[in-house]
Structures are given as structure tokens and as C-alpha cells.
């Protein structure tokens, strides 16, 4: 089956420790995205990116780090810098025709602080 | 800067009532509009879309939205809604096209429906 896997579904985060979420599809799709989801406030866009090797910044980036070396994987590192990380974490991916294409989502990976 | 404003946080209904979800956006630029559909836990789901062409489009599971470039609205509409249909609603346009933004999301803080029996 097609899709987008996260793991793990539940992380716990010491302070001062750097987590990785990890994304990967099977769609072939280009572009990737991190979300974070926080009750009342909808999808912030973290990172994205279109293609292998290149990412943006969204617009809460602070206190995330992403890379994008094979088409397939998109993880994203919570660090230490990142003061408030308690929140649903959502991946998606799209193609990157025009007009633009359905974001398809993965389950999300909940992160709590210990 | 684009924008989107669900009205209403929690929209309680009893089931096989109708209901509405309200969805305006603000863009200076052509638009591009989704509604997703969260369950409990999981990822968002895409309900229906407007991209271009008949300012009404529906869904499989009997949700339609109607695009309203005047009122600058996209609402959510289902004339009899079942228990199943209790979720999480997020409204969502596409970024500017300039610079790849088409494919950015801007999402609204999302409408909790909530059906009753």
C-alpha cells in the first residue's frame, strides 16, 4: 500500500535532549512537509521541501532542524532550543505540479516532555 | 499575507441534521481552497477541493463547499450528518505561486463537530 508512515506514534523528550521524527512515503512524491499541530491553532508549517537536498524554513522553524537526502524520508529533529515542543507532529507529502496538489498525511507522532 | 478564519471552534448537531461550517480566507492573489478531515488521532484526510471551474464541489460522502470569491468564504455543507461524521474540520488555501508557495497550506484553527444521537 501507498502511504506516509511517522514513527514512533509517541516520543518523550528529556530536557535539554535533541528527538528525531522520522517521515518517509512511498508515493514518489517531491515534496515533503513537517506540521505541528497544538490544540485551538490548527497546522503551523515547520519545514518544507520540493526536491532532494533543499528545504525551507516555514513559519515557526526555530528550534527544528530537517534534511532531505533521499526522496523518500524527511526527518525532523526537535532540539533543545526548541522550548515548548509538547505538540502533535504531522508529515505530508504532494506532488509539485500546478495547480496545486492534495497533501497526503501521515498519523502523527506525539511528543511529550518528561 | 493569506489567511484563514474558521468562525466557529466546536459546532455541536444532532444526527441527520444539517450543518454548515464556515471557512473565510483573505488573498490579494487567485485562490486555491481545501477542506481536510482529522479523526481522533490520526492525520488529516482530504475532503474536496476547489481549484478552478464550478464554484461548487462535493464530496464522496455527501459534504459539498461552495467557493464565494465576493464574500471571500469556502463553507462546508452536509444536509444530514451522521455520527461518523464527528471530527475535526480544517479549512486550508494555497500559498502565492511565486517562488513554489502554491504548494504551502495555510491552515485555519479548525471547527470540532461534534454529532449527537
Known amino acids: 500500500d501507498g502511504g506516509i508512515t511517522q514513527s514512533p506514534k509517541y516520543l518523550f523528550r528529556k530536557e535539554g535532549q535533541n528527538v528525531t521524527l522520522s517521515c518517509e512515503q512511498n508515493?514518489?512524491?517531491?515534496?515533503m512537509y513537517w506540521y505541528r499541530q497544538d490544540p485551538g491553532q490548527g497546522l503551523r508549517l515547520i519545514y518544507y521541501?520540493?526536491?532532494?537536498?533543499?528545504?525551507q524554513k516555514g513559519d515557526i522553524a526555530e528550534g527544528y532542524s530537517v534534511s532531505r537526502e533521499k526522496k523518500e524520508s524527511f526527518p525532523l529533529t526537535v532540539t533543545s532550543a526548541q522550548k515548548n515542543p509538547t505538540a502533535f507532529y504531522l508529515c505530508a507529502s504532494s506532488k509539485t505540479s500546478f495547480p496545486p496538489e492534495t497533501q497526503y498525511f501521515g498519523p502523527g507522532t506525539r511528543l511529550l516532555v518528561l | 499575507a493569506q489567511s484563514v478564519t474558521q468562525l466557529d471552534s466546536q459546532v455541536p448537531v444532532f444526527e441527520e441534521a444539517p450543518v454548515e461550517l464556515r471557512c473565510n480566507y483573505s488573498?490579494?492573489?487567485?485562490?486555491?481552497l481545501f477542506w481536510y478531515v482529522q479523526y481522533p488521532n490520526q492525520g488529516l484526510q482530504l475532503l474536496l477541493k476547489?481549484?478552478?471551474?464550478?464554484?461548487l464541489v462535493e464530496s464522496i460522502n455527501g459534504f459539498e463547499a461552495e467557493f464565494n470569491k465576493s464574500q471571500t468564504s469556502f463553507h462546508l455543507r452536509k444536509p444530514s450528518v451522521h455520527i461518523s461524521d464527528t471530527a475535526e474540520y480544517f479549512c486550508a488555501v494555497s500559498g502565492p505561486r511565486e517562488a513554489g508557495g502554491y504548494n504551502k497550506l495555510i491552515f485555519g484553527a479548525g471547527t470540532r463537530l461534534a454529532v449527537h444521537p
Open positions: 488573498s490579494s492573489v487567485s485562490v486555491y
Open positions: 508515493l514518489n512524491h517531491d515534496a
Open positions: 476547489y481549484l478552478s471551474g464550478s464554484t
Open positions: 521541501s520540493q526536491i532532494v537536498n533543499d528545504f
